[in-house]
């Protein structure tokens, strides 16, 4: 082996953007799993339209990378940041149902019924448990020291040797 410095892993801007993806992916891919499993809809307030559930997934995400961010600052990160990564989203989504249905143009009421719904429902504790998830994922990307593969030539300096 060389005296090579140990690898500084991920950065945390890119853990969180890693992260975030598999947040979003995982989500949205589990509401529709738990929703086909149950038969039940994920928002079952009729006349809302999909801009609730949007706004919510989009606000669960910006409430999740940006507690995740904050969360990545210390050195190490703690494996107990999750926990608040899964409650922003959670928060997150369920704030984003009553803004998305206040922004298309549906009743008060009417959002605060699905805001609840989503909270009471399947669909909160999903997207906690993805936030959970995810949150270990981009933490465990920033703790980890690796380095990316290496072909053997790429170590060679004493020019082209074929074995």
């Excluded at 940041?81 to 009417?110: F, H, K, M, N, Q």
């Excluded at 959970?132 to 300096?157: C, Q």
């Amino acid at each position: 082996m060389t005296n090579e410095p140990r690898p500084a892993g991920v950065t945390p801007p890119v853990a969180v953007v890693f992260a975030s993806v598999v947040f979003i992916a995982l989500s949205i891919a589990a509401l529709g799993v738990v929703s086909l499993v149950l038969d039940a809809d994920v928002i079952p307030v009729r006349g809302l339209g999909a801009v609730p559930g949007v706004v919510g997934q989009l606000v669960a995400l910006a409430s999740f990378a940006g507690l995740l961010f904050w969360g990545l600052r210390a050195d190490p990160p703690s494996y107990l940041t999750a926990v608040p990564c899964a409650i922003a989203a959670y928060v997150g989504e369920v704030g984003g149902v009553v803004v998305g249905a206040l922004v298309s143009g549906a009743d008060p009421a009417r959002g605060a019924a699905a805001a609840g719904s989503v909270a009471l429902g399947f669909a909160g504790p999903v997207v906690a448990a993805v936030g959970l998830v995810a949150g270990l994922f981009g933490i465990l990307l920033v703790r980890s020291r690796t380095s990316g593969p290496r072909w053997g030539w790429e170590d060679d300096d004493e020019g082209d040797r074929r074995a």
